[in-house]
């Protein structure tokens, strides 16, 4: 019975103990289950599960948030619902491979949401199968990649516009590291005759002429990126000038050097021909050789005035030389004149003698007179610059009732031409008055005053231009010979323009405080943190006084700060060099010297001075001292003579013995004290004795204590055993007189 009842407690107590295991496992189930669900319903991703009809079953709350609805609008609802009209027929594709493939990864749909905007979504679908394998529902993510298409697109635009433009540029654009070309544009392979292919990966210098490489390197390590000019190196060998504008750009993950060569081989011909007529212009007009008509005009610009012209009057037209030389090209000329006049040698010799008859020098209005070649009327106007004769300008062949046709059978026989061809190509000729062919040499002659005055003022125009650039090329080479002069002198110099508050400091001025001067940023203000700040007021005054007109120049000493945190004293000079019309103060110039070890000499010189001062009154107060002493011992040596006179005719019993005895004494004290003062005064002689420095200095403790005076204490503090030196008394009483009179200088210094 009592085993019974043990085996049933052993049984209860194991089913306790069971019981507590499980309820605690519950509870760690409720537990993990929690944290499973926060999980989900908290996951960076959104979640949803679809049926067998791709319903939604089950979403987690960031798929709500992500498209603004709730759980109750959506579960139940169709997933296709949800996605643009656009997609729905491409998510029906899907899904039916979805259920056949089990998954598919990285399918975008668009989706709309609960406020009628679109998003682009990622989803990864993966199918749920219950036990027998069969379809139970899908487990799907997805992610928001909106953004990040709207970004890798804005990128893709972007290196599309980029690679759009380096490759349409006009100039070889090159990208390179450490001069190794990475890549390059079209127009870097136009200009250079390499392939692209060719191009990258080979040392960028080798598209620079040799003599011009060091240039180019130089700019490479300074990154400079202002254009210069160099000369470029073809594939085929082949030299050309280029300028070079380089510049530090970010690329795949590095800081490259991004360069653009532009062939200038165009704009260096241009330059060359404006520098040959600028020279052509400035020359002095009555040079036989000098100016020409082409110097001052376009020619392609004259020619279409001559064209339209001879168009709107009905004219030929031609602007020759003063010799006859052709300028420009024929304009309206008859056939009759330019086919078969001209083509004859005589007929053509003709025709440039009545050019040059009529294209003579006229100022006075336009000659009109028949041709000297076949009786045509023509006209001339002369075109002048300054008075000199440079051009003509001839119209004509044009016909009226002054000729007749024998007198044209006639000059075609002389000529040696086709009289049927003469006389056809002559009825083509034009046909006006004479009166109105007048008026239009009238307009000729206007036209041409016209085109000198034109000229005149090109000329005017070029001589001013030049002028000017002489006068900006000798300010150039004086403001480089000013700056030259500032960075060669060990002053420091200092240029302060106060209209743009830029301010020029010579490199000499900051080695000077010990600083970088390529690390001192140029202005006023980087100038001001340096002064002293109790010399700051009167620096600001001085500057101020110049600035505002009181004065034109200024001299100031004041201390700056050295790169090592010590005080340097600078001599500051300043002047004025231009004024506004208000005269305020436009431009400041001055210089700035070291005087730090002047001023530590004129330190130095005042303490000297006063020591000087002081030796020179102790000096004074000796001489006094050893004056008083001489004639105090011509009376102490008297006095002890008549009493030593007394006391050798007197008896020791004598009343009055001991009196003299006492004077003698007191003579003999007096006399220990005039010795010290004679010594004070170095009147007496270098004397070697044996002393006992303890007695020397007893013997002087009385006049010590006079010098050091009643307010310090002296004490005296002997040291017994001392051994005896061999010196002068009277130097040691001075020296001890010094050191007592120095110390009392000092305590009253300190007091």
Same mark, same amino acid.
Not at 95 to 106: R, S, W
Not at 205 to 215: F, G, K, V
Not at 366 to 385: E, H, K, M, N, Y
Not at 633 to 661: S, W
């Given at each position: 019975?009592?085993?019974?009842?043990?085996?049933?407690?052993?049984?209860?107590?194991?089913?306790?103990?069971?019981?507590? *295991?499980?309820?605690?496992?519950?509870?760690?189930?409720?537990?993990?289950?929690?944290?499973?669900?926060?999980?989900?319903?908290?996951?960076?991703?959104?979640?949803?599960?679809?049926?067998?009809?791709?319903?939604?079953?089950?979403?987690?709350?960031?798929?709500?948030?992500?498209?603004?609805?709730?759980?109750?609008?959506?579960?139940?609802?169709?997933?296709?619902?949800?996605?643009?009209? !656009?997609?729905?027929?491409?998510?029906?594709?899907?899904?039916? $491979?979805?259920? %056949?493939?089990?998954?598919?990864?990285?399918?975008?749909?668009?989706?709309?949401?609960? !406020?009628?905007?679109?998003?682009?979504?990622?989803?990864?679908?993966?199918?749920?199968?219950?036990?027998?394998?069969?379809?139970?529902?899908?487990?799907?993510?997805?992610?928001?990649?909106?953004?990040?298409?709207?970004?890798?697109?804005?990128?893709?635009?972007?290196?599309?516009?980029?690679?759009?433009?380096?490759?349409?540029?006009?100039?070889?654009?090159?990208?390179?590291?450490?001069?190794?070309?990475?890549?390059?544009?079209?127009?870097?392979? !136009?200009?250079?005759?390499?392939?692209?292919?060719?191009?990258?990966?080979?040392?960028?210098?080798?598209?620079?002429?040799?003599?011009?490489?060091?240039?180019?390197?130089?700019?490479?390590?300074?990154?400079?990126?202002?254009?210069?000019?160099?000369?470029?190196?073809?594939?085929?060998?082949?030299?050309?000038?280029?300028?070079?504008?380089?510049?530090?750009?970010?690329?795949?993950?590095?800081?490259?050097?991004?360069?653009?060569?532009?062939?200038?081989?165009?704009?260096?011909?241009?330059?060359?021909?404006?520098?040959?007529?600028?020279?052509?212009?400035?020359?002095?007009?009555?040079?036989?050789?000098?100016?020409?008509?082409?110097?001052?005009?376009?020619?392609? %610009?004259?020619?279409?005035?001559?064209?339209?012209?001879?168009?709107?009057?009905? %004219?030929?037209?031609?602007?020759?030389?003063?010799?006859?030389?052709?300028?420009?090209?024929?304009?309206?000329?008859?056939?009759?004149?330019?086919?078969?006049?001209?083509?004859?040698?005589?007929?053509?010799?003709?025709?440039?003698?009545?050019?040059?008859?009529?294209?003579?020098?006229?100022?006075?209005?336009?000659?009109?007179?028949?041709?000297?070649?076949?009786?045509?009327?023509?006209?001339?106007?002369?075109?002048?610059?300054?008075?000199?004769?440079?051009?003509?300008?001839?119209?004509?062949?044009?016909?009226?009732?002054?000729?007749?046709?024998?007198?044209?059978?006639?000059?075609?026989?002389?000529?040696?031409?086709?009289?049927?061809?003469?006389?056809?190509?002559?009825? *083509?000729?034009?046909?006006?008055?004479?009166?109105?062919?007048?008026?239009?040499?009238?307009?000729?002659?206007?036209?041409?005053?016209?085109?000198?005055?034109?000229?005149?003022?090109?000329?005017?125009?070029?001589?001013?231009?030049?002028?000017?650039?002489?006068?900006?090329?000798?300010?150039?080479?004086?403001?480089?010979?000013?700056?030259?002069?500032?960075?060669?002198?060990?002053?420091?110099?200092?240029?302060?323009?106060?209209?743009?508050?830029?301010?020029?400091?010579?490199?000499?001025?900051?080695?000077?405080?010990?600083?970088?001067? *390529?690390?001192?940023?140029?202005?006023?203000?980087?100038?001001?943190?340096?002064?002293?700040? !109790?010399?700051?007021?009167?620096?600001?005054?001085?500057?101020?006084?110049?600035?505002?007109?009181?004065?034109?120049?200024?001299?100031?000493?004041?201390?700056?700060?050295?790169?090592?945190?010590?005080?340097?004293?600078? $001599?500051?000079?300043?002047?004025?060099?231009?004024?506004?019309?208000?005269?305020?103060?436009?431009?400041?110039?001055?210089?700035?010297?070291?005087?730090?070890?002047?001023? $530590?000499?004129?330190?130095?010189?005042?303490?000297?001075?006063? $020591?000087?001062?002081?030796?020179?009154?102790?000096?004074?107060?000796?001489?006094?001292?050893?004056?008083?002493?001489?004639?105090?011992?011509? @009376?102490?040596?008297?006095?002890?003579?008549?009493?030593?006179?007394?006391?050798?005719?007197?008896?020791?019993?004598?009343?009055?013995?001991?009196?003299?005895?006492?004077?003698?004494?007191?003579?003999?004290?007096?006399?220990?004290?005039?010795?010290?003062?004679?010594?004070?005064?170095?009147?007496?002689?270098?004397?070697?004795?044996?002393?006992?420095?303890?007695?020397?200095?007893?013997? @002087?403790?009385?006049?010590?204590?006079?010098?050091?005076?009643?307010?310090?204490?002296?004490?005296?503090?002997?040291?017994?055993?001392?051994?005896?030196?061999?010196?002068?008394?009277?130097?040691?009483?001075?020296?001890?007189?010094?050191?007592?009179?120095?110390?009392?200088?000092?305590?009253?210094?300190?007091?």
């Amino acid at each position: 019975m009592d085993d019974h009842a043990g085996s049933e407690s052993t049984k209860l107590m194991f089913l306790k103990t069971r019981v507590a *295991e499980l309820e605690a496992r519950e509870a760690q189930l409720k537990d993990d289950h929690g944290n499973l669900v926060q999980l989900y319903e908290r996951a960076p991703l959104a979640y949803l599960s679809l049926d067998h009809d791709s319903c939604l079953i089950e979403v987690n709350e960031t798929w709500l948030v992500t498209l603004g609805y709730t759980r109750d609008e959506v579960l139940g609802k169709n997933f296709r619902d949800f996605l643009h009209p !656009d997609w729905r027929d491409y998510f029906n594709h899907n899904f039916k $491979q979805l259920k %056949v493939a089990g998954e598919i990864i990285g399918i975008e749909f668009e989706m709309i949401k609960k !406020d009628g905007s679109t998003i682009l979504v990622s989803f990864h679908y993966k199918i749920g199968r219950n036990s027998e394998g069969r379809f139970q529902q899908t487990h799907c993510i997805f992610q928001d990649i909106t953004e990040h298409r709207q970004t890798k697109e804005a990128l893709r635009d972007s290196e599309e516009k980029f690679r759009a433009i380096y490759n349409a540029s006009f100039g070889g654009i090159l990208i390179h590291d450490q001069r190794i070309i990475l890549d390059c544009n079209q127009g870097l392979s !136009d200009q250079t005759g390499y392939t692209i292919d060719e191009l990258i990966g080979i040392d960028g210098l080798m598209l620079t002429a040799p003599e011009s490489r060091h240039i180019v390197l130089q700019n490479i390590q300074r990154s400079y990126e202002q254009p210069y000019e160099i000369m470029g190196l073809r594939k085929d060998g082949t030299r050309y000038p280029v300028s070079i504008r380089g510049t530090s750009i970010p690329y795949k993950g590095r800081t490259v050097r991004l360069a653009e060569f532009r062939d200038i081989t165009e704009y260096k011909r241009m330059e060359e021909v404006l520098a040959k007529r600028l020279v052509s212009l400035t020359s002095p007009i009555t040079q036989s050789n000098g100016i020409t008509f082409e110097d001052l005009f376009d020619p392609a %610009v004259i020619q279409r005035i001559q064209d339209e012209f001879a168009s709107a009057t009905g %004219v030929a037209s031609i602007i020759t030389h003063p010799n006859g030389i052709p300028i420009t090209a024929p304009s309206n000329f008859t056939h009759l004149c330019s086919e078969i006049i001209r083509k004859t040698e005589q007929g053509c010799s003709n025709c440039f003698k009545s050019d040059a008859a009529i294209g003579r020098y006229h100022p006075n209005g336009p000659i009109v007179q028949p041709c000297l070649s076949g009786g045509l009327w023509d006209a001339g106007a002369s075109i002048t610059v300054g008075g000199h004769h440079i051009a003509n300008w001839l119209i004509g062949q044009v016909r009226n009732e002054t000729q007749s046709e024998e007198s044209m059978h006639a000059y075609a026989r002389a000529i040696d031409a086709d009289e049927t061809a003469f006389m056809k190509a002559f009825h *083509e000729v034009p046909s006006m008055t004479l009166d109105r062919f007048k008026h239009i040499a009238q307009a000729l002659f206007t036209l041409a005053n016209q085109l000198s005055e034109t000229a005149y003022q090109n000329i005017q125009q070029a001589r001013s231009i030049t002028e000017r650039k002489h006068a900006e090329k000798a300010l150039l080479e004086s403001e480089e010979r000013f700056r030259m002069a500032m960075e060669a002198t060990k002053d420091g110099l200092w240029d302060w323009n106060i209209e743009s508050g830029d301010v020029y400091y010579s490199p000499s001025y900051w080695t000077m405080l010990g600083y970088d001067a *390529e690390r001192i940023p140029p202005t006023t203000e980087a100038w001001t943190e340096l002064i002293h700040p !109790d010399d700051r007021a009167a620096v600001f005054a001085a500057n101020n006084d110049c600035i505002e007109d009181r004065c034109e120049s200024f001299l100031i000493e004041y201390r700056m700060q050295t790169s090592s945190g010590n005080w340097k004293w600078l $001599q500051g000079r300043g002047k004025v060099v231009k004024r506004g019309e208000n005269g305020q103060a436009l431009r400041l110039v001055g210089t700035h010297i070291d005087i730090t070890e002047r001023k $530590q000499a004129e330190e130095e010189h005042e303490i000297l001075t006063a $020591q000087l001062q002081q030796s020179q009154k102790l000096e004074s107060v000796a001489r006094l001292a050893g004056g008083i002493a001489h004639d105090f011992n011509n @009376m102490l040596t008297v006095i002890q003579g008549h009493a030593d006179l007394a006391i050798m005719n007197m008896k020791p019993d004598n009343p009055y013995f001991h009196r003299f005895d006492a004077i003698r004494d007191i003579v003999q004290r007096s006399a220990d004290l005039t010795r010290q003062l004679l010594a004070f005064a170095r009147k007496q002689p270098i004397t070697l004795k044996v002393l006992d420095l303890n007695e020397t200095v007893e013997n @002087m403790l009385t006049m010590l204590r006079r010098l050091i005076g009643e307010d310090i204490n002296l004490a005296w503090m002997p040291e017994s055993g001392l051994w005896s030196v061999k010196a002068d008394p009277s130097q040691i009483d001075q020296i001890l007189a010094n050191l007592c009179v120095n110390a009392r200088d000092a305590i009253d210094g300190v007091g």
